[in-house]
């Protein structure tokens, strides 16, 4: 059973960085594509950005491009998303999610993702 719980994320001003861990168990990691997912109440789930199972295909959002970097550290069965010049508008519970089908590539579709963490608030303040 795959097990996904990400830590580091907080209260940081506006223009801040912060960078959130997903930690896996359960699994084999390198078997699985990663994304990092977002949500604030009442909207959807929303794609941050996704990474193959080797790192060497990313995608991000045009939200984030530029500010965001997702990386994975796939010895120590880990995600990370670093994130630079934080906007009110991150805020949200960022989520990672771990999806085998897509392993080579990553998936924008977050149905793709079978397996989800209890995600990690990240607020901003202006």
């Known amino acids: 059973q795959v097990q996904l719980v990400e830590s580091g994320g907080g209260l940081v001003q506006a223009g801040g960085s912060l960078r959130l861990s997903c930690a896996s168990s359960g699994c084999t990691f390198s078997n699985y594509a990663m994304g990092w997912f977002r949500q604030v109440p009442g909207k959807e789930r929303e794609l941050v950005a996704t990474i193959s199972w080797c790192g060497g295909t990313t995608y991000y959002d045009d939200s984030v491009k530029g500010r965001f970097t997702i990386s994975r550290d796939n010895a120590k069965n880990t995600l990370y998303l670093q994130m630079n010049s934080l906007k009110a508008e991150d805020a949200a519970v960022y989520y990672c999610?771990?999806?085998?089908?897509?392993?080579?590539?990553?998936?924008?579709?977050?149905?793709?993702?079978?397996?989800w963490g209890q995600g990690t608030q990240v607020t901003v303040s202006s």
């Open positions: 999610a771990a999806g085998s089908y897509v392993r080579s590539s990553g998936s924008t579709n977050k149905r793709d993702y079978g397996y």
